[in-house]
């Protein structure tokens, strides 16, 4: 059974950094697309990285372009969100998902929740400002 497990949120000033993980368990992960996405008070979840876990290829929302990088450990099985520069409108519960859809593998496909079958439980990011 595939668990997701975040950590790494945390209250930050704004320009800050903060990292986080997502330990992953329970399957060939080599085969996965790992997203990041997050949900702001009063807002709809939506898409912030995602990565291929076999190329490393990345994909980003713009509003994070040049900010946060996704990234993988392969020993690990675990997946990065490096923040960086950070803002009050990062504000939010960052959710780690794992996708093993065909669908991941199309530009759309990567963006949407539908295409990722596993959840994590959520990491609360707070940037103050």
């Known amino acids: 059974q595939v668990q997701l497990v975040e950590s790494g949120g945390g209250l930050v000033q704004a320009g800050g950094s903060l990292r986080l993980s997502c330990a992953a368990s329970g399957g060939a992960f080599s085969r996965y697309g790992m997203g990041w996405f997050r949900q702001a008070p009063g807002k709809e979840r939506e898409f912030v990285a995602a990565i291929v876990w076999d190329t490393g290829n990345t994909y980003y929302v713009d509003s994070v372009k040049g900010r946060f990088t996704i990234s993988r450990d392969n020993a690990k099985n675990t997946v990065y969100l490096q923040m960086n520069l950070l803002k009050s409108e990062d504000t939010a519960v960052y959710y780690c998902?794992?996708?093993?859809?065909?669908?991941?593998?199309?530009?759309?496909?990567?963006?949407?929740?539908?295409?990722?079958?596993?959840w994590g439980q959520g990491t609360q990011v707070t940037v103050s400002s």
């Open positions: 998902a794992a996708s093993q859809t065909a669908a991941f593998m199309t530009y759309t496909g990567k963006r949407s929740q539908t295409s990722y079958a596993y």
